[in-house]
Nanobody
Framework: QVQLVESGGGLVQAGGSLRLSCAAS????????MAWFRQPPGKEREFVAS????????GYADSVKGRFTISRDNGKNMAYLQMNSLKPEDTAVYYC????????????WGQGTQVTVSS
């Protein structure tokens, strides 16, 4: 009944940009905190960015601050991750995630989309 689908990944040269999208089939999408995580090859999944249900609060991993921007459009049930000044270290599978206001952990996850940054 709940599904998250990421899109927008691909191959880009260092210094380039990509915009990831997450389509959410959630009835009360406007009340969910949305986030992006990533998993580099051979490494653990790590937090990238999050945004509150109202869009009034955002958080970023230190590694992406100043380069990535998370946003959402509650009218379209969409979340986005604008990635600028990409580095080879950003290469990973990127996952969209969602949680309710009462949850500590993220309840729902997408299937992931591959982002590859070449040097």
């Amino acid at each position: 009944q709940v599904q998250l689908v990421e899109s927008g990944g691909g191959l880009v040269q260092a210094g380039g940009s990509l915009r990831l999208s997450c389509a959410a089939s959630i009835r009360t999408f406007n009340r969910y905190t949305m986030a992006w995580f990533r998993q580099p090859p051979g490494k653990e999944r790590e937090f990238v960015a999050s945004i509150s249900w109202s869009g009034g609060s955002t958080g970023y991993a230190d590694s992406v601050k100043g380069r990535f921007t998370i946003s959402r459009d509650n009218g379209k049930n969409m979340a986005y991750l604008q990635m600028n000044s990409l580095k080879p270290e950003d290469t990973a599978v990127y996952y969209c995630a969602a949680r309710t206001p009462t949850s500590v952990r993220y309840d729902y996850w997408g299937q992931g989309t591959q982002v590859t940054v070449s040097s």
